[in-house]
Structures are given as C-alpha cells and as structure tokens.
C-alpha cells in the first residue's frame, strides 16, 4: 500500500471516529464527519489505483464510480452514499432554514454507512 493512500484511510478512520464521537452533541457535525471519513476512503482507493486523486467531491465520486463500476465488494449503495454524502456535507456546512433541515438519511445511519465503506474499500487494497 502506497504512503498516500495509507495517509487517506488513516484520515478516514479518524472521520469516523470523531462522528461517533461527536453524534450525541451536534449530530449535523456527526454526519458530515461520517461523509469525510467515506470521502477519504474513495480518495484512498482512487490514489492506491492511478497515483493521482482527484481535488473536488464530484471528481472523486466520478473517479470512486468508474474504479469500483465492476466490483462486487462495492455495492451500488456504497456509490450513493457518496452522493448522499454530499448532500449531507451542503446540509451541514451551509443549511441555515427549516426547509434544509432534510436528508436523505440520519446521521447515526450515516455513519454505519461510512463504517460500511470504509471496511469495503479496505477489503479492495488488502
């Protein structure tokens, strides 16, 4: 495994660990830290694969989606949960009103759903 890419699931993990730590204080936080540690992950894969990642969210779900497109070990669900991600990111970072308060899922399932990614994209660079 390339130091990059050791780097960026390093940083994953520590993601998932401070959403889980911070889901019981301000749960928005928790799941836009629960997206990063998935993003890092794609970001970790994308690099040990072509030596190169990609610098803006799109490009790495892009890039994360073409890598994995006929790999089994990542499901369909693991490439929404970036796109969701996102979404969760914008909700975090920038919902202000009572009408951003939704999405697509909660922060607890966001981060079982980065749990979830995270150890799929392990089992890949095993």
């Not at 998935?38 to 040990?48: G, H, N, V």
């Not at 799109?58 to 497109?69: E, H, I, S």
């Not at 669900?77 to 990111?89: M, P, Q, S």
């Not at 951003?100 to 980065?114: F, G, L, R």
Request: hydrophobic residues 45%.
């Amino acid at each position: 495994m390339k130091p990059e890419t050791a780097n960026a699931l390093g940083r994953a993990r520590q993601c998932l660990r401070d959403a889980a730590h911070i889901l019981p204080v301000v749960p928005r936080i928790a799941a836009r830290e629960a997206y990063l540690a998935a993003f890092q992950a794609a970001q970790a894969l994308i690099w040990e694969r072509t030596g190169r990642v990609s610098k803006t969210h799109r490009g790495v779900r892009a890039q994360f989606a073409l890598l994995t497109r006929d790999e089994p070990r990542i499901s369909h669900d693991h490439v929404l949960f970036l796109a969701h991600g996102c979404e969760i990111k914008s909700w975090a970072d920038y919902g202000t009103g009572p009408q951003d308060q939704v999405i697509p899922i909660t922060p607890s399932e966001a981060i079982e759903a980065a749990e979830r990614f995270i150890e799929a994209v392990q089992a890949l660079l095993a």
